[in-house]
T-cell receptor
Framework: NAGVTQTPKFQVLKTGQSMTLQCAQD?????MYWYRQDPGMGLRLIYY???????DKGEVPNGYNVSRLNKREFSLRLESAAPSQTSVYFC????????????FGPGTRLTVT | RKEVEQDPGPFNVPEGATVAFNCTYS??????FFWYRQDCRKEPKLLMS???SGNEDGRFTAQLNRASQYISLLIRDSKLSDSATYLC?????????????FGTGTRLLVSP
């Protein structure tokens, strides 16, 4: 039981490049989330998927797109990376709404130069 | 004003000490409260939920004060392994899907 897995662990992009961050969970959770964490700021919600087939914007969605590929997988895409997107990205999942415990993946450290 | 505010610390305490953190939240309609723990360069993990009546889990005690809109975490008999950042997390009451709001964290350093 791996929990929540994320790939890649580290990535360096040049401004304007695109990439997709992958996330998968094996806990049969309905809800999945993407956060970013920056120094001096709390985790901020980028996008979430309350259930398979639905996605919604969070607090900071600009510059990102998501796909809930199936119940297990939720990917985050940066179409044209900007230095302001340099951050640590965490994927999380929970059994129902976020009033239940969220389980986090190990994170992706992204640097955009 | 931030939705969830925490003293960033660091709180430096010796092993065996008792330490307490507070966290204030601005949305009086908030319904769910949590403390998460985050080790350096790792993912956050749930430490404990915070219930209206207060709750205890071993050396950890969490309290909620709705009137003053703050929650607290008390750690007794601190261990070296308690060194981490403690995140205060609140779930606001919105129509539809609820989202967690994270504080920036309070850093704890326990020394021998």
């Amino acid at each position: 039981n791996a929990g929540v897995t994320q790939t890649p662990k580290f990535q360096v992009l040049k401004t304007g490049q695109s990439m997709t961050l992958q996330c998968a969970q094996d806990m049969n959770h309905n809800s999945m989330y993407w956060y970013r964490q920056d120094p001096g700021m709390g985790l901020r919600l980028i996008y979430y998927s309350a259930s398979e087939g639905t996605t919604d914007k969070g607090e900071v969605p600009n510059g990102y797109n998501v796909s809930r590929l199936n119940k297990r997988e939720f990917s985050l895409r940066l179409e044209s990376a900007a230095p302001s997107q340099t951050s640590v990205y965490f994927c999380a999942s929970s059994a129902q709404g976020p009033s239940y415990e969220q389980y986090f993946g190990p994170g992706t450290r992204l640097t955009v130069t | 004003r931030k939705e969830v505010e925490q003293d960033p610390g660091p709180f430096n305490v010796p092993e065996g000490a008792t330490v307490a953190f507070n966290c204030t939240y601005s949305n009086s309609a908030s319904q769910s409260f949590f403390w998460y723990r985050q080790d350096c360069r790792k993912e956050p993990k749930l430490l404990m939920s915070v219930y209206s009546s207060g709750n205890e889990d071993g050396r950890f005690t969490a309290q909620l004060n709705r009137a003053s809109q703050y929650i607290s975490l008390l750690i007794r008999d601190s261990k070296l392994s308690d060194s981490a950042t403690y995140l205060c997390v609140v779930s606001p009451m919105n129509t539809g899907f609820q989202k967690l709001v994270f504080g920036t964290g309070t850093r704890l350093l326990v020394s021998p």
